[in-house]
């Protein structure tokens, strides 16, 4: 079993920088690629961002490519989401996800263990 904690989410303005981070326990995820999603109220949970367990392949929703940067720490047991240039459409619950497997994907029925979430939320 991996638990996966997020944090780092808040209220930012448009244009403004958040860094997620979520921290896994339970096994080390080295064997583990690792997904950020989110989920707007009334809407469905979507892709964000992947990276695999090497960090040798990563993966991106189109709107956020050259905003958003995935990476990992092994020896921390920890994934981040760097999050530039912030837009109100951004505002929404991101989770962190981990499966087991070597390549970046980006559906959610390919992740075994999710967080609980933290908001982010851009104001214009």
């Known amino acids: 079993q991996v638990q996966l904690a997020e944090s780092g989410g808040g209220l930012v303005q448009a244009g403004g920088s958040l860094t997620l981070s979520c921290a896994a326990s339970?096994?080390?995820?080295?064997?583990?690629?690792m997904g950020w999603f989110r989920q707007a109220p009334g809407k469905e949970r979507e892709f964000v961002a992947a990276?695999?367990?090497?960090?040798?392949?990563?993966d991106y929703l189109d709107s956020v490519k050259g905003r958003f940067t995935i990476s990992r720490d092994n020896a921390k047991n920890t994934v981040h989401l760097q999050m530039n240039s912030l837009k109100p459409e951004d505002t929404a619950t991101y989770y962190c996800?981990?499966?087991?497997?070597?390549?970046?994907?980006?559906?959610?029925?390919?992740?075994?263990?999710w967080g609980q979430g933290t908001q982010v939320t851009v104001s214009s």
């Open positions: 339970g096994r080390t995820i080295n064997s583990y690629s």
């Open positions: 996800a981990a499966r087991l497997g070597v390549v970046a994907m980006s559906g959610s029925k390919n992740y075994d263990y």
């Open positions: 990276i695999g367990w090497s960090a040798g392949s990563t």
